[in-house]
């Protein structure tokens, strides 16, 4: 089934650490996307991807930073995780970057950091 | 500075119909766009709009004006798999997405 595949679905991480969110999909869409999700808020865009081997920052870039090496992955990496990161983060794409705007969202990867 | 509004919450009877109301203020319009996400979903694409007027899909329809800055989203013939989170979000002038917080939409029987 053609879409978004976001990995771990869920994760917690002990402050400082390391973590990498896996996004992937097999749509052949150019524009990819990372947004962050908190109760109460609209969803906030960390990092985008107009096309493979461009990346460019969004609202909340800080502590974030991504890569897009090929057209169908696009890693999230906290180099050292906080606690003002727990969140849930989905990854999404669009088959042109934002002409026509129709987002197709990953199921989410819920992250707790301790 | 950018900025959408919609109600945070919204409770209807199944089988009647409810409009969510978005305002927006952004730097330059490129249309309006609701999203339905459902509990511990991912959102789902439900209507675009970039012209002012209404567009109906199915039960759904969806309604913009841009010289008032507002949309609503109109849901008739509610069933109990209505009961989700509404996002109006909005696409500014350099084709970013501004999003609302959401309207979380109650169905009781």
């Known amino acids: 089934i053609a879409g978004i595949t976001q990995a771990p679905t869920s994760q917690i991480l002990a402050a400082g650490r390391r973590m990498t969110l896996r996004c992937t999909q097999d749509?052949?869409?150019?524009?990819m996307y990372w947004y962050r999700q908190d109760l109460g808020l609209g969803l906030r865009l960390i990092h985008y991807?107009?096309?493979?081997?461009?990346?460019g920052k969004g609202e909340v870039p800080d502590g974030y930073s991504v890569s897009r090496a090929n057209t169908d992955d696009f890693p999230l990496t906290l180099a050292s995780a906080v606690p003002s990161q727990t969140s849930v983060y989905f990854c999404?794409?669009?088959?042109?970057?934002?002409?026509?705007?129709?987002?197709?969202f990953g199921e989410g990867s819920r992250l707790t950091v301790l | 500075g950018q900025n959408i509004d919609q109600p945070t919450e919204m409770t209807a009877t199944e089988g009647a119909i409810v409009q969510i109301n978005c305002t927006y203020q952004?730097?330059?319009?490129?249309?309006l766009f609701w999203y339905q996400q459902h509990a511990g979903e991912a959102p789902t694409f439900l209507s675009y709009?970039?012209l002012d007027g209404l567009e109906e899909k199915g039960r759904f329809s969806s309604f913009l004006s841009r010289s008032k800055g507002y949309s609503y989203l109109l849901l008739k013939e509610l069933q109990m798999k209505d009961s989700a989170s509404y996002l109006c979000?909005?696409?500014?002038?350099?084709?970013?997405?501004?999003w609302g917080a959401g309207t979380k939409l109650i169905i009781k029987p």
């Open positions: 999404a794409s669009s088959d042109s970057a934002g002409l026509t705007g129709e987002l197709f």
């Open positions: 749509m052949r869409h150019n524009a």
């Open positions: 991807s107009n096309t493979a081997g461009t990346t």
């Open positions: 952004t730097s330059g319009f490129n249309g």
């Open positions: 709009n970039v």
């Open positions: 979000a909005a696409m500014d002038s350099n084709y970013q997405l501004i």
